[in-house]
Structure formats: C-alpha cells, structure tokens
C-alpha cells in the first residue's frame, strides 16, 4: 500500500500542486521556441509589404488625389512581396485584386477585367501549341536537323556554334524564350557530353567550346524572344500597356513589332555569334572537337526519333497556319489583311486561342479516339506567367487611373529639353541594369514602361519611342545567372561560371543597346511612329 501511494502523482495533500512546477519553464520555453519559428526573414519579409504601405500612407504626401498616394502604397507593397520572394510571385501578382478594392483605386470587377484580355488570349493558346510540340518531341527534331546542317564536314566549331545558336533562337521567336532554354538544353548538353572535359584545364580547346554552346543556347533564346510578341512576356506587357493607355490608338500588331524587332535581333544575334567565335571558338579547334563529334553521332540520335509521324506533321501544319495567320491579319493601309473582314473584332489573341482548339479536335491517329492534345497534357501551362501579365496590366491601369501618372509627369518635366539620341540608350541602359540587379525583366517593364509613358507625353515624343527602349533593354539581362530562369538553367549545367557570363555578356549588352540607340530613331520611327497613331 505504502509503494501504491508513493507512486500516485495525485496527494491528498491541498497544498500539493496538480502539475510540476518545472512544467511552467517548459512552457515559457514552448513561448520562445514559438515565438522564434515566428520572428524569421521570411515573415519579415512578408511584414514588410503591409508596413511599406502604412509608411506610404503615413509620410508620402502628394498634391494630388489620396487614390494617387494610395496606389503608390499598393506599389510599395506589390513590388516588396516581388523583389523579396517573400510570397509565391503567382500569389503575389494577384494581390491587385484585393489591394485595389481596398485601397480605393478601382472596384474588383475593373480589376478582374486586366487578368484576362486578348493579350492573355494569345499567351495561353501559345503555350498551349508550346505544350503540343514539346510533348511530340518536335524541338528536338528540328535542332538535330538545323545542327546536322550546320556541322560541316569536317566540323567547323564557328559553323555548328551558329547552327545551335539560330536553331534556338527560332524556337524562341513562337516559344517563351525560358521554355525554349529549357527545352533546348538538354539537346546542346547531349552534343557535349561526347566531348572529355578536363575540370584542370579550363582553358582547353574543348572546356571553350563546351562555355561557348551553353551561353550561345541561353543568350540566343533571350535574342529570338524579342523578335516576335509571343517570345517573351515583355512583349505582351509592352502591347497591353499600350492598349491600355491608348485604347482608341491603333493596336500593336504582330507584323508590327516583327518588322521592328526581327532586324534588331538579327544584329544582336550576330554580334552575339562573333564574340562567342572571338573568345571561345580558337584556331585549330575544329581538328581536336572533330576526334569526338561529327555527323555521325547527330544522325545517331535523329535516327532514335523515327521517322516524322502523322501528329508531328499536324501540329508542324497548326503551328505554321498560326504563323501565316498573325503576320497577315494587318498588313498595310492598302493591303489591310483578313482582319478587316471581322471589323477589327478579332485579334491576334482569336487566333491563337482558335489555332489552339483545333488540337484538341483533330486526331492524333496513334490511338482510336485520342486528339492531339488533351487536358491533362495542359496541366503544365505556365499559369505564374498569365498571372504576373495580368498583373502588370492591372498595375498600369492603377497608375493611370488614380491619378499616379499624372503625378510622376511632373517631376519629370527636367527632361523636355533633353534630346531623344540621349534619353533613349539611357532608357535602356537603366532597363537593363535594374533587370540585371534587382527584380525579373516582366516586374521591369511592367514599373518602367508607365513612367516612360509620361516621360514621352513631356518630352512630347511618340510614347513607343521610349516605351519600346524600356521593354527591349528589360531583355538585356546577361551578366548574372540571377537575371533570367533563363540563365539559371544554363548555370546550373556546370559548364559555365559568372566570370564567363560577366566576360560575354558585357560586350553583349553594350552591342545591344548600341544596334538598339541606331534602329530605334530609324527603323522604329518608321515601323511604330508612321504606323500607330496616338489619339
């Protein structure tokens, strides 16, 4: 009995507490470990998009509505949660959506209307014929075939570099440009994996070649999403701004900016060939690459495809009346193309939307009743992107309409007298940098381009002739890996290092924005200026 009630935690004694004492330090201990899972950078980064906008709020004081200060709180928020990765970018790009009924900018029905327009029409039937041709292998087969014809017999290192380079940069013009770099990557790391680097010898012959095809791959992809409205989202985030700060304007089309684009991505990549070729691709380089990679070994992995089957064929046929359809929709005054039929009604977006639904109709042939494309073969679409473009057009419409925009125009009223030769590299230049340094290239272009709207509208100049500087050096990101997914994935194959990258793409970026100092006032003045009357 006595061992029963020594061993009972329970006394009848009152004055014996229930729980140990040592139970009270256990909790003030479970109070600090939880309140140290909580006080992490993490949070604080989170904190720090709300307490930005209180500070906004608090102590920016502006001559002009309170909705002007107060989407300059949204702003500090939105683009803190962006910069710090503090919350999920997808997330974070739909917070307009509760910010702006908040804050008092604009109701949730005019902000929703931003996060789906012609513009995210043609993205997502894009992606979805992106989707298609990465499924049925197709980017693989047209990069053998184009580097099979570019090998040379014997090999000609400068010759394949620019076979590889040019084959991804046209998969980027129809594909965005991260996709492309994704996709393509495998393919020039196959190529190289026959070739024996020696990690103690970094400045061999093949160590050389082998940087040289990777940067080519990543900065190629860059180039050739610049060239056409569907490469890359600064392209859309440029034509929907302009749609909508000047919806009775004539809309960019997608011959338009081809017409503009496609030449001054030729010279970039060009100049990109040659200072690859200058500093990777040596004398005699060709008879040590040729012991290890010829012709033969291409043939081998074109041969592992098989022949070009009847889907293949399909989506090749989709994917070109695509093409034909968007380059013919408006032509010129004269000739105004198929567009004119509809009244103005359709757009490039219908066609890629439409071009997109024939897939999920037209059978693949392989299996009874299986289409070309299915739903489940969608589950990849990039929804982050759709959402950070309906997000900067949602940003752009806050800032002109509460008044922001107005507010800006006069603190730059400085530059009127400046002339255009000087604003526009400079436009391109800070562009560039803050791409390359601070945030992503879409997050740029969709803070710069509403400022270069208003820059325009004081300097009295056409506003594409500083709107399409910022976006284009937004895409100039190629000194860090941290610049672009783009050069991430090409850093992370293990053959190139920053100072390669920093000791290509400087001479790349001043080649770039030099092509693009030249061919804006000329070429772009024609192409945008004659073409696209603002009203």
Not at 233 to 238: A, D, R
């Amino acid at each position: 009995m006595q061992n029963d009630q020594s061993s009972n935690p329970i006394s009848d004694n009152p004055r014996t507490p229930l729980l140990p004492v040592r139970v009270q330090n256990q909790w003030s201990l479970g109070t600090q470990s939880c309140l140290a899972s909580w006080l992490t950078l993490k949070n604080v980064y989170i904190l720090l998009g709300p307490l930005s906008s209180i500070i906004v709020c608090l102590l920016v004081k502006l001559d002009a509505p309170v909705s002007s200060r107060n989407m300059l709180a949204v702003l500090a928020w939105v683009f803190s949660w962006w910069l710090t990765e503090a919350v999920p970018a997808p997330i974070t790009s739909m917070a307009p959506l509760f910010l702006f009924p908040l804050f008092g900018i604009c109701s949730s029905d005019s902000v929703a209307k931003s996060y789906m327009d012609d513009v995210i029409a043609l993205v997502l039937g894009s992606f979805i014929l992106a989707l298609a041709v990465e499924h049925y292998n197709i980017h693989r087969r047209l990069a053998l075939n184009v580097t099979l014809l570019f090998c040379g017999d014997p090999l000609n290192p400068p010759l394949l570099l620019l076979g590889i380079c040019a084959t991804t940069a046209f998969v980027s013009m129809w594909m965005h440009n991260v996709a492309t770099t994704v996709m393509m990557m495998p393919v020039a790391t196959g190529i190289l994996q026959r070739l024996p680097v020696d990690s103690t010898q970094s400045d061999t012959v093949i160590s050389k070649f082998c940087k040289a095809v990777v940067l080519g791959v990543i900065y190629s992809a860059a180039i050739g999403g610049m060239s056409t409205l569907t490469g890359t989202g600064v392209n859309l985030i440029l034509v929907g701004m302009w749609k909508s700060y000047f919806p009775q304007a004539d809309p960019i089309s997608f011959s338009t900016w081809s017409f503009f684009a496609l030449p001054l991505a030729l010279v970039i990549f060009f100049a990109l060939w040659g200072i690859l070729c200058l500093i990777y691709c040596s004398r005699g380089s060709g008879q040590v690459l040729s012991a290890y990679l010829d012709k033969s070994h291409l043939r081998r992995e074109l041969d592992m495809l098989g022949p070009m089957a009847f889907a293949e064929k399909m989506i090749l046929a989709v994917f070109g009346m695509l093409i034909v359809l968007w380059m013919t929709r408006s032509i010129t005054d004269d000739i105004p193309g198929w567009g004119a039929l509809f009244h103005g009604r359709a757009g490039d977006g219908t066609v890629s939307v439409v071009m997109a639904t024939l897939l999920f109709i037209i059978p693949n042939k392989k299996q009874t009743g299986e289409k070309l494309m299915d739903w489940n073969k969608c589950k990849k679409l990039p929804w982050n992107i759709i959402l950070l473009l309906g997000a900067g057009f949602a940003i752009a419409d806050g800032v002109r309409s509460s008044g922001l925009a107005d507010v800006l125009s006069k603190a730059l009223d400085f530059l009127e007298q400046a002339p255009y030769w000087a604003i526009a590299p400079m436009v391109g230049l800070i562009s560039a940098s803050i791409t390359e340094f601070i945030t992503s290239n879409n997050a740029t272009t969709t803070l710069l381009i509403p400022l270069l709207i208003q820059i325009a509208k004081t300097m009295n100049l056409h506003p594409l002739l500083l709107m399409v500087p910022g976006a284009i050096g937004a895409q100039l990101a190629f000194l860090l890996p941290t610049g672009t997914p783009s050069n991430i994935v090409g850093f992370g194959t293990g053959y190139i290092e920053i100072i390669d990258m920093i000791k290509t793409g400087l001479p790349l970026k001043i080649s770039a924005i030099v092509a693009l100092s030249v061919l804006m006032p000329t070429l772009g003045a024609y192409v945008f200026v004659s073409n696209l009357v603002v009203q």
